[in-house]
């Protein structure tokens, strides 16, 4: 069992960064991979990035190359870099570990 907080989440304009953080309640050493999804409004939740404990790392087409996930053990945090945000990056972002667990979400808004 884990619990999951993000932070991070903002009003950006298009073409800006944010970094994204997911905070775990236990050591997420032993977690095997931590993903990241997004869920706009009116659509259903989609797969944005994970990684291994190894990390090995996985993105959506629609955000390689821009998008950078990463884990930091000895904080039980993993970490989502966003540049050149574009306004379809708009929606709540989740962490997931375990695919049972999930976070509360943070709210991330690029203005075009």
């Known amino acids: 069992q884990v619990q999951l907080v993000e932070s991070g989440g903002g009003l950006v304009q298009a073409g800006g960064s944010l970094r994204l953080s997911c905070a775990a309640s236990?050591?997420?050493?032993?977690?095997?991979?931590i993903r990241w999804y997004r869920q706009a409004q009116g659509k259903q939740r989609e797969f944005v990035a994970a990684i291994t404990s190894g990390g090995s790392t996985n993105y959506a087409d629609s955000v390689k190359g821009r998008f950078t996930i990463s884990r930091d053990n000895a904080k039980n945090t993993v970490f989502l870099q966003m540049n050149s945000l574009k306004f379809e990056d708009t929606g709540v972002y989740y962490c997931?570990?375990?695919?049972?667990?999930w976070g509360q979400g943070t709210q991330v808004t690029v203005s075009s």
């Open positions: 236990r050591s997420i050493f032993s977690i095997n991979t």
């Open positions: 997931n570990a375990f695919n049972d667990y």
